[in-house]
């Protein structure tokens, strides 16, 4: 037992636990009910508002500038940012520009009904709500994707992929702005 690693010894000793629990007739407890109780036993307190400042800076109790229709703002405004690049740059300009517009509407088009829900709910915003309103999101982005491919035969995907990348990455410029 001196070579082996520690989970295994660790799941070595719960199973030899169990089954002496289970022979004496006791009712065992399992790993992970052992671990929420040894978690209820701490006490968990908040930070105060001096002792976040002091961890996180000055900044923490700021509210966010980035709200998400400021996200898909921006989201529209790269879009066709890149929608005028593919434009000017490529040769013949507009089944390109067409796929790259529709590729970042595949994007904004999504976050902006995402946003909207968000706006609907207002505070009764529960974690059931947000995972909704993802599947939602994700639904109408495959189904734009699907319905392009399908609808759209003069689709020029490369335009169309790096303008939705472009959109996407949005979410990472607006985390660095916050």
Same mark, same amino acid.
């Given at each position: 037992?001196?070579?082996? &690693?520690?989970?295994?010894?660790?799941?070595?000793?719960?199973?030899?636990?169990?089954?002496? &629990?289970?022979?004496?007739?006791?009712?065992?407890?399992?790993?992970?009910?052992?671990?929420?109780?040894?978690?209820?036993?701490?006490?968990?307190?908040?930070?105060?508002?001096?002792?976040?400042?002091?961890?996180?800076?000055?900044?923490?109790?700021?509210?966010?500038?980035?709200?998400?229709?400021?996200?898909?703002?921006?989201?529209?405004?790269?879009?066709?940012?890149?929608?005028?690049?593919?434009?000017?740059?490529?040769?013949?300009?507009?089944?390109?520009?067409?796929?790259?517009?529709?590729?970042?509407?595949?994007?904004?088009?999504?976050?902006?009904?995402?946003?909207?829900?968000?706006?609907?709910?207002?505070?009764?915003?529960?974690?059931?709500?947000?995972?909704?309103?993802?599947?939602?999101?994700?639904?109408?982005?495959?189904?734009?994707?699907?319905?392009?491919?399908?609808?759209?035969?003069?689709?020029?995907?490369?335009?169309?992929?790096?303008?939705?990348?472009?959109?996407?990455?949005?979410?990472?410029?607006?985390?660095?702005?916050?």
């Amino acid at each position: 037992m001196a070579g082996q &690693a520690p989970n295994q010894r660790h799941d070595e000793h719960r199973a030899a636990h169990d089954v002496s &629990a289970a022979s004496s007739g006791a009712n065992p407890v399992s790993h992970e009910d052992a671990w929420d109780a040894e978690q209820e036993d701490k006490n968990i307190v908040p930070l105060t508002r001096a002792e976040a400042e002091k961890l996180f800076g000055p900044n923490v109790s700021r509210p966010s500038r980035v709200t998400p229709f400021r996200v898909v703002a921006a989201q529209m405004v790269l879009s066709l940012g890149a929608t005028l690049l593919w434009w000017l740059f490529f040769k013949p300009p507009g089944a390109a520009a067409l796929s790259a517009f529709l590729g970042g509407a595949i994007c904004w088009v999504p976050s902006a009904l995402f946003a909207a829900r968000l706006k609907t709910l207002s505070g009764a915003a529960t974690a059931m709500s947000w995972m909704v309103g993802e599947a939602l999101k994700m639904g109408v982005t495959i189904a734009m994707f699907v319905g392009i491919a399908f609808r759209y035969h003069d689709v020029q995907w490369i335009p169309l992929l790096v303008t939705y990348l472009i959109a996407l990455k949005t979410y990472w410029i607006a985390l660095a702005l916050r």
